[in-house]
């Protein structure tokens, strides 16, 4: 059942009223953007609510049945919602709240008509889709860990790196470089400002100047001979990478326990189960081999 604010509800109960509704959205990156189906922007709890001929009112309303709700949005790009910031995945998991409000009389408060997140963003020739899930999606997804024999936890997250620090003394931040494009052929650069630190090949690379700044895009292989980083294609990249192009890197782990013991001495804090009882191996028997007479 919703509530809504005394003044809003009193508004709503009578026979002609001046409603509309506030779209919220919250990015990944703490920002915050708001859309009105109104014909004027409307100033709510701090947040100017723009007014935009393309978005309209949608439902997505939750069931007694718990029954995980979801609808496609469909809006264009332009100089509110840019194709970089779509890129960058600012709006992938993001929250949102549709409002109801009387744009007479904003004071009234608004009520909330359903909250969710955004699903991934893809983006199409001038406008992108996502699914707008309800706040029941997130029962879809199973809970706990799956026993395998490699590590379920990210490379320098706070399982593999307890307060940012290795179980063998060396530090997450230590491992970060930077370094400097000099060169570029097709999807490989010439590089300067790194050095090699005899750990496993590839990483992580991420622009920290030009246009595709804050964009990361994973490492295919070093030649520390030539000083060449090799991408991986289809990295999302705004424009091409260009020499004077500064970047950091950092190196990979492949989740294996041999990697994590012999190249980073972090096997105390290995999240998987290596030596573990594979129970396919309890179906096993031998071949029968005739006995000789």
């Known amino acids: ?19 509309t509704t506030l779209f919220k959205i919250t990015r990944r990156d703490g920002s915050i953007l708001g859309f009105t189906e109104h014909d004027v922007d409307i100033v709510s709890g701090g947040v100017t609510y723009v007014s935009d001929s393309g978005y309209n009112r949608f439902n997505l309303n939750e069931t007694a049945d718990a029954e995980a709700k979801t609808t496609e949005l469909v809006g264009a790009i332009d100089a509110i919602i840019t194709r970089d910031d779509i890129q960058r995945r600012l709006y992938d998991g993001a929250a949102f709240e549709l409002l109801l409000a009387n744009w007479k009389t904003i004071s009234n408060g608004t009520g909330i008509l359903c909250t969710g997140s955004f699903g991934p963003v893809s983006i199409e020739e001038f406008q992108f889709r996502v699914e707008l899930r309800g706040l029941t999606y997130r029962l879809n997804d199973l809970g706990g860990n799956v026993c395998g024999p490699d590590c ?90 260009a020499p004077g192009d500064t970047f950091s890197y950092m190196p990979n782990c492949d989740k294996t326990f041999f990697t994590c013991v012999n190249s980073y001495a972090n096997g105390l804090n290995f999240q998987g189960e290596p030596h573990a009882f594979n129970p396919d191996e309890s179906l096993n028997y031998p071949d029968y081999v005739q006995p000789h007479p």
């Open 152 to 241: 379920r936890t990210d490379f320098g997250s706070a399982k593999c790196a307890p307060g940012g620090t290795l179980a063998g003394g060396t530090t997450i931040n230590s491992l970060l470089q930077s370094g400097t494009v000099v060169s570029v052929s097709g999807n490989s650069f010439v590089f300067s400002g790194l050095t090699n630190p005899n750990l496993p090949n590839g990483g992580n690379c991420t622009l920290t100047s030009g246009s595709n700044n804050l964009l990361s895009i994973e490492i295919k292989d070093i030649d520390w001979g030539t000083s060449t980083i090799t991408l991986r294609p289809g990295g999302l990249l705004v424009v091409d990478i």
């Open 1 to 19: 059942m919703k509530s809504f604010p005394s003044g809003l509800l009193s508004h709503i109960q009578q026979g002609q009223t001046t409603l």
